[in-house]
């Protein structure tokens, strides 16, 4: 099964408004990451949070990290019609030298 | 996008025909990965190599194969091709503890 766990799966919420997207691990990490996806296109990487890192902001972006919990969240705040996409988050496993995703959040910011 | 092309882009091929997906970098990162995303499952990690000719299982390995015999190219064969196998195919690769790079995705359809 995958490492990340991603909730909701989809989100719709309106423009201005502030989204927040869950992921849940398995495993030790070194890092994790957050990507978009807008349709039909490549990821494109957001922020990295270290293991040792709790809270990290880009911009609009705010990411948390509880490696107690084995969970991050990702918060766009004042979300814009140009955020809607599908996020996902993705973990660097510890010891395995490896980057594996969630199933992704699909994001809709309604005009 | 960030020095790394796939090709072929789009490829149709038969049942039971070999397929090779080629995944070329022009960024010298140590770190290659091929991924497939299917709906509902996200991106899924198939195989990756850690450097020339170092490379392990990802969690759907079965029925893929790859070689990564320069540091530029990491190669994806699909042995017998089955329909379970029609999917976006993407390319990444990163240095040690950082953020992936994307390909911009083959589509691969088996009929």
């Known amino acids: 099964s995958q490492q990340g766990e991603e909730d909701p799966q989809a989100l719709s919420i309106q423009e201005g408004e502030n989204a927040t997207m869950n992921c849940s691990y398995k495993t030790s990490i070194n890092n994790l990451q957050w990507y978009r996806q807008n349709s039909g296109r490549g990821l494109v990487h957001l922020i990295l949070?270290?293991?040792?890192?709790r809270e990290k902001h880009s911009g609009r972006l705010r990411v948390t990290l509880d490696t107690s919990k084995k969970s991050s969240s990702l918060l766009i705040t004042a979300s814009r019609a140009a955020d809607t996409a599908s996020y996902f988050c993705a973990t660097d496993v510890e010891g395995a030298q490896k980057l594996v995703f969630g199933q992704g959040t699909r994001l809709t910011i309604n005009p | 996008d960030a020095g790394i092309t796939q090709s072929p882009r789009h490829k149709v091929t038969e049942t039971g025909t070999p397929v090779t997906l080629r995944c070329h970098q022009t960024e010298n990162h140590r770190y290659m990965y091929w991924y497939r995303q299917d709906p509902g499952h996200g991106l899924r990690l198939i195989h990756y190599?850690?450097?020339?000719?170092?490379?392990d299982k990802g969690e759907v390995s079965d029925g893929y194969s790859v070689s990564r015999s320069k540091t530029e190219d990491f190669l994806l064969t699909l042995e017998s091709a089955t329909s379970s196998q029609t999917s976006v195919y993407f390319c990444?690769?990163?240095?040690?503890?950082?953020?992936?790079?994307f390909g911009q995705g083959t589509r691969l359809t088996v009929v």
């Open positions: 990444a690769i990163s240095e040690v503890g950082s953020e992936a790079f």
């Open positions: 949070i270290r293991s040792n890192e």
């Open positions: 190599s850690y450097g020339v000719k170092d490379t």
